[in-house]
């Protein structure tokens, strides 16, 4: 009877330690996502960009993707993002799709404008640069096409 209790016991302990270390990895990972405005952008492509994906300013991240729909007029892709409320953005900010290296994840590079006014919330960048495929430049650089 005693060597039960001291298994269940034990047996609670690693599960209670194994909980608090998910618990550590979720909240230092930068994975939640991020609170605050929310502002979209219209893309061509979005190969790689998921709900949750990060959204960087100088590799800092600074908001989360937190929506993707095809816009029926123009077949191109929306994506909904959340911003920090510490980040004001100018109205003429650009919006990619860029790789974290060659075979690293994809997210969205924001780089801000010289415009005084700033995107309320709700607003939308206009200047976007859609995702380029691997597979197309390497096509193109073997064989010469454009």
């Known amino acids: 009877m005693s060597r039960s209790l001291v298994e269940t016991l034990l047996g609670a302990v690693v599960l209670a330690v194994a909980i608090g270390f ?17 502002i979209s952008a219209a893309f061509n492509r979005v190969d790689g960009i998921t709900n949750g994906s990060d959204v960087r300013i ?42 974290d290296g060659l075979l690293g994840g994809k997210f969205i590079d ?3 404008g010289a415009e005084e006014d700033l995107i309320k919330d709700g607003g939308r960048i206009a200047y976007t640069q859609s995702s380029l495929l691997l597979e197309e430049l390497i096509g193109k650089f073997a064989f010469g096409t454009e």
């Open 110 to 112: 924001l780089q801000p």
């Open 58 to 99: 100088g590799g800092i991240k600074v908001g989360t993707v937190i929506d993707r729909e095809l816009e029926p007029e123009t077949f191109r892709a929306v994506l909904r993002m959340s911003i920090d409320e510490s980040v004001e953005l100018p109205t003429d900010s650009t919006a990619a799709v860029v790789s």
């Open 22 to 38: 998910i618990v550590f990895a979720y909240t230092r990972s930068g994975v939640a996502t991020v609170s605050g405005y929310e």
